[in-house]
Every structure is written in structure tokens, then in C-alpha cells.
């Protein structure tokens, strides 16, 4: 089948003309915004969906924000989620990985809450989902050094100026049927 392009100018000594893909707005007080569908073709098997900062010769490559919008109750939720299996296989996994270099450092991966002018921070939570047959396992660890140091593993509280800071708490789960607990 054909294939359709969308592409804006090249610009030789200035920035490169931009592209806009928007939905439309609504006008009514409780009306509801348009929807924007990204989808790639399916088949026996699907095809993919690439989204990529441009490279660049000279500096930095380009950044990709996905980021949820302003509302005035609630901003607006951003979710990564591999795809599902219909039969017996397995689902999709998310990966989310640090850029290599070359000679200098990896790129970092940071996961942080959000923050607040008046209340608590929001929270951090890291954990495997429940199943009838076992729920999945949950690694943290450092990496390796081939000819350094390995990573750290560093387990902290935050500061706190007027209050007591927090704890840090281990806690094994519970079995209800006579089996031993974990430790």
C-alpha cells in the first residue's frame, strides 16, 4: 500500500519549520476536548510506533517531553503500559533505559514525584501486580563494573527541617494457610 509522508522544511542556517498536529477544542463549559489517536497498522504481525527527538551534528539532540496538561482540578494523567496478550503468551513489557555514550557517562533514569506549594509531595510507588498463581518478583540492584567500582546502593529518607523524618520499614509478606511467612 502507500505511504504517507508528513514532513516539514529544512532550514539551512535557521531552525527547521515545525510540525502541529492538534485536536480540536471544545467551547462549552463541560464539554470535552478531541481526542488524538496515534495507531500503527495492524497485521499478523503489528507495526511499530517510533517517536524520536531529531540528532544533532554539533550539540545536544532534541528532547522529548510527554507531559499531562493543566487542569484546574487535576492535572491530567500520563500512562505507560505494555500491550496485553489474548492467549496464553506473555504481555508486554515497558522498558525505560538511560541513553549510552560512547566515553562519557550513561544517561541517568530518574522517577520523582510530584510536587506541591501547599500540601505533600506526591508518592513513589514501585511494585509487582497480583496473580492467583504468584505475583512477580521485584529486583533493585546496582550494575556491574567490569574493570571499576560497582553502583551504590543507597537507601534514604528525606530531610526534614521542623518535623521528624521519616522511617525506613522492611516488611515481609503474610500466608494464611499455614505456610511459612517470608523473611
Known amino acids: 500500500a502507500g505511504h ?3 514532513h516539514a522544511g529544512s532550514g539551512m542556517s535557521e531552525e527547521g519549520a515545525e510540525v502541529s498536529v492538534r485536536a480540536g477544542a471544545s467551547g462549552s463549559y463541560a464539554g470535552v476536548g478531541g481526542a488524538l489517536s496515534l495507531l ?6 503489528g507495526g511499530d510506533v ?3 527527538s531529531g540528532e544533532s551534528a554539533r550539540g545536544g539532540a532534541g528532547r522529548v517531553n510527554i507531559a499531562g496538561a493543566l487542569g484546574d482540578s ?3 494523567d500520563v500512562s505507560l503500559s505494555g500491550g496485553s ?3 496464553a503468551g506473555k504481555g508486554g513489557s515497558v522498558f525505560v533505559s538511560g541513553g549510552s555514550s560512547a566515553s562519557g557517562l550513561g544517561g541517568a533514569v530518574e522517577v520523582v514525584s510530584g510536587v506541591s506549594e501547599s ?11 497480583s496473580s492467583s498463581t504468584g505475583s ?9 563494573g567490569l574493570y571499576g567500582l560497582s553502583g551504590y546502593f543507597i537507601l534514604s529518607t528525606g530531610k526534614s527541617s ?4 521519616g522511617d525506613i520499614i522492611f516488611i515481609a509478606g503474610s500466608t494464611f494457610d499455614g505456610l511459612k511467612a517470608g523473611d
Open 50 to 52: 517510533v517517536i524520536r
Open 4 to 6: 504517507v509522508a508528513v
Open 136 to 144: 512477580g518478583d521485584v529486583f533493585v540492584s546496582s550494575g556491574s
Open 162 to 165: 521542623h518535623e521528624s523524618t
Open 74 to 76: 487535576q492535572g491530567g
Open 85 to 87: 496478550s489474548a492467549m
Open 40 to 45: 500503527a497498522g495492524a497485521g499478523s504481525v
Open 119 to 129: 500540601g505533600a509531595s506526591g508518592s513513589v510507588l514501585v511494585h509487582s501486580s
